[in-house]
């Protein structure tokens, strides 16, 4: 049976008068070998980002039993989830004009078994370290993402662009919905962090790796994560959700 332990801290920002990013965590390892974790970020800037993150992790969250009950497609799942809670994004929108450009992006991670499926909309994001090295596994719908693939810049200077904040997709966009999906197999210890942009637009992935490696405790890591973005200007939401599992150590501490 896999072992897992996380931890999920968020910080408001200076950019909304609420805390525009939701988490959600279903941890059901023990009695399902099932676990699911989310990070949603209301879009910056539109009108009710809150009310959008809590739509998506809602459905989600009401959902959770589906896949408990059936593992067999995951990712139908997924797309089936995201399509609802995006349809029901759009006519809450239309309903309500203060809120005509609702919309929240969207990471998030299922283990079942010794496996995880991982899915994306937006540029909130979800890295994996294990015995392979520290990676980002799902890719940014953004502006600078393209300039990247296209290789006019590196990835190390995503960071740096003046519009590293404008997105390209987001649930409540628009009428059709395209996640990326990724899965593997987890062997050994690993890590995955699942977090808002307001983490990555200022902390650099050497810093967030380095952070990661620390023998702290995830609610120290988390903290100290929450921290370096702060430290480094973060005016917008940040919010961080640490998975760690096989850890060959006894006595976790969260």
């Known amino acids: 049976m896999l072992n897992i332990e996380y931890w999920s801290m968020s910080k408001k920002g200076k950019k909304h008068t609420v805390n525009e990013d939701k988490s959600y965590n279903a941890d059901m390892i023990n ?26 992790a809602d459905k989600f969250s009401l959902r959770f039993s589906t896949i408990r009950e059936n593992t067999s497609d995951i990712e139908g ?53 294990d015995k392979v090295g520290f990676r980002q596994i799902n890719e940014d719908d953004s502006r600078v993402w393209e300039r990247y693939k296209a290789g006019i810049i590196k990835k190390s200077e995503i960071i740096k662009q003046t519009d590293k904040n404008i997105i390209t997709a987001a649930i409540g966009f628009r009428e059709q919905v395209e996640p990326h999906f990724y899965s593997g197999s987890l062997t050994g210890y690993f890590q995955f962090i699942l977090c808002s942009d307001g983490l990555t637009d200022f902390v650099t992935e ?21 921290k370096k973005a ?25």
């Open 31 to 56: 009695t399902f070998n099932t676990g699911l974790f989310l990070v949603c970020d209301g879009v910056g800037g539109y009108a009710g980002g809150d009310i959008a993150s809590f739509k998506v």
């Open 230 to 254: 702060l430290d480094n200007g973060s005016y917008d939401d940040i919010t961080v959700t640490l998975i760690e599992g096989d850890r060959q150590l006894a006595g976790w501490s969260q």
């Open 77 to 129: 799942f997924i797309s089936q989830t995201i399509n609802e809670v995006n349809n029901e994004i759009i006519n809450y929108a239309q309903q309500n004009p203060l809120y005509s450009k609702l919309a929240s992006t969207l990471v998030g991670l299922i283990i079942v078994n010794e496996k995880y499926y991982s899915f994306s909309v937006g540029d909130s994001r979800i890295y994996l370290r």
């Open 206 to 226: 050497g810093d967030i790796e380095k952070i990661l490696s620390q023998d702290k405790s995830l609610r120290d890591k988390c903290s100290d994560l929450i």
